[in-house]
């Protein structure tokens, strides 16, 4: 085991090392210009400032340097004099924030759906939640970013958007970036997931009791809360919940239907295995095996295909901040790339490729 292991890490390794020089190659050599080129710099103060980003050197020297930094753990500077690693450290919890309370409320809605559907026969009502969660999984981004920004921001005032920010001008985004209240947030939740998960091993180990799933996204939102006011920061916290709290929703919407489909097709498969039957014959409550033994074995091609889906779900939680304006690493990744930042760009590759 020890050896496939290591066999598959260094293969892993390997496919992002070819994967990252492909990018950079291949942007390098798309996007026609480079950072400095975008402004109105006279040529010579403009020749200074690509000499000094090293942007003047072949794009084989500029390659070698960035894998001799990235292989001492040095990301550079971003081409604005900022060290990348500071810049998507500044960005790095919203999205966190954003992928695993939103990511957790959609797969406990999902595994929860589809286990009920799946294991009930047909209905109009059943019917409709399948057709309404594939509606929602396979739905344009964007578009329901702004629906739903219209309608729970706009119109029920339940949520906050984030300050309105010139969004093109870097600087002022790497500025209102510094999102020290949310790694606060973030570490509280951490902490407490990590307690609610022994406290739930030990009762199931003592008392054969099972916390709710559900127990395992709201007591870690709500203890960081109020450990929040606690420190002093309450009211911060409160409005980075307020403010977070629709891209969460919308991530969690487009990031449940999978889940639902694939538990209900799953689950229906095990209603006429043997072990089903045989629980049944000792008298067991449909609930008690539905819950106890079909939905174990149905939950594991759930998480595989899960994992597997990881690369989507972050390519639209990239959309959805960048339309709702959250200063995270997917707008950040969109912007660097769009204002030719590469230093931004590759560091934010390699987070998101280990």
Do not use: C
Request: proline share 5%.
């Amino acid at each position: 085991m020890t050896r496939y292991l290591l066999r598959r890490g260094l293969s892993s390794l390997v496919a992002l090392f070819i994967f990252l020089t492909l990018f950079f190659f291949i942007a390098q050599i798309a996007l026609p210009g480079d950072y400095f080129s975008q402004f109105l710099i006279p040529g010579p103060l403009r020749n200074l400032l690509r000499s000094e980003a090293g942007l003047d050197q072949p794009l084989v020297i500029q390659y070698l340097i960035w894998v001799q930094g990235l292989l001492t753990g040095d990301l550079g500077l971003s081409l604005r004099g900022t060290p990348v690693s500071e810049v998507i450290w500044n960005a790095l919890p919203t999205t966190m924030i954003v992928f695993f309370v939103g990511g957790g409320i959609g797969f406990l809605t999902g595994f929860w759906l589809g286990k009920l559907t799946g294991w009930r026969k047909h209905s109009p009502l059943l019917d409709a939640l399948t057709f309404g969660g594939i509606a929602l999984y396979t739905s344009f981004p964007p578009w329901l970013a702004f629906m739903m920004a219209y309608l729970f921001a706009a119109q029920l005032k339940v949520f906050r958007l984030s300050p309105t920010i010139e969004m093109m001008q870097l600087g002022r985004w790497f500025e209102l970036g510094r999102n020290v209240i949310e790694a606060r947030l973030l570490l509280m939740m951490g902490v407490v997931l990590v307690l609610v998960i022994g406290v739930s091993a030990v009762l199931n180990k003592l008392l054969k009791w099972r916390v709710p799933p559900v127990l395992f996204i709201i007591l870690p939102v709500v203890a960081a809360l109020a450990g929040a006011y606690l420190w002093g920061f309450g009211d911060e916290a409160r409005e980075a919940y307020l403010i977070n709290g629709l891209p969460i929703v919308i991530f969690a919407i487009l990031s449940f239907g999978e889940v639902m489909v694939i538990m209900q097709t799953n689950i229906r498969e095990t209603l006429y295995e043997e072990y089903t039957t045989t629980a049944r014959a000792k008298g067991l409550s449909e609930r008690r095996i539905r819950d106890r033994h079909a939905a174990p074995n149905a939950l594991i091609p759930v998480l595989s295909r899960t994992v597997i889906s990881v690369p989507y779900l972050l390519s639209g939680l990239v959309i959805i901040e960048f339309a709702l304006e959250i200063r995270g690493v997917g707008s950040l990744l969109f912007l660097s790339t769009l204002q030719q930042d590469f230093p931004v760009v590759m560091g934010i590759l390699v987070l998101i490729g280990l």
